[in-house]
């Protein structure tokens, strides 16, 4: 399957590319219940298919730790270990249960530097099928303004189907 999807030949137009996407993370995830090998695919797969992906991956909800995410599977350049809620970007999206865009990370009060490369990014929070939130998907451009209500749209919906 994974061959199949480096294959494929993915639409340029990005609405069409991240159906095609969705489907193709759908029939891969198929049957897996494993979250770890779930997030992991999602991270390489996303990472694969989107140039303006720099760092792609999850933050996951450290169970053992008040309020605190920890590094989940991701793809991309050494990225930070913890992340209080409330602090940087995805601290936001954890603490408010809402999706973050951000077109100018430098502009966003306590954004967390991992990467100075990275100048904008989207993080989505990650629900399980209770409602309870178990992660957050962080994806960083180098470019500033990268994610519009596009990628907003689509990262949600396959984070849905992919964990609830
Ligand atoms: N950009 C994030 C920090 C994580 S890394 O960039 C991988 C933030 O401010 O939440």
């Known amino acids: 399957m994974a061959e199949a999807f480096n294959d494929l030949t993915l639409p340029d137009d990005k609405a069409a590319r991240y159906a095609t996407v969705a489907v193709e993370i759908a029939a891969v995830l198929d049957g897996e219940p494993n979250r770890t090998a779930r997030m992991a695919t999602i991270a390489s797969m996303l990472a694969a298919s989107f140039d303006h992906f720099f760092w792609t991956g999850f933050y996951v909800v450290d169970p053992e730790r008040e309020r605190e995410l920890v590094v989940g599977p991701y793809q991309g ?88």
């Open 77 to 164: 350049t050494l990225g930070c270990l913890r992340i209080a809620y409330g602090r940087g970007v995805c601290g936001a999206a954890a603490a408010t249960g809402q999706t973050q865009l951000v077109p100018d990370v430098h502009a966003f009060p306590g954004h967390i530097a991992c990467d100075g490369r990275s100048a904008s990014e989207v993080v989505i929070p990650v629900f399980d099928a209770a409602g309870a939130l178990i992660a957050v998907l962080d994806v960083d451009s180098t470019e500033l303004a990268a994610f519009d209500e596009v990628d907003v749209e689509w990262l949600e919906a396959i984070l849905r189907n992919s964990f609830t």
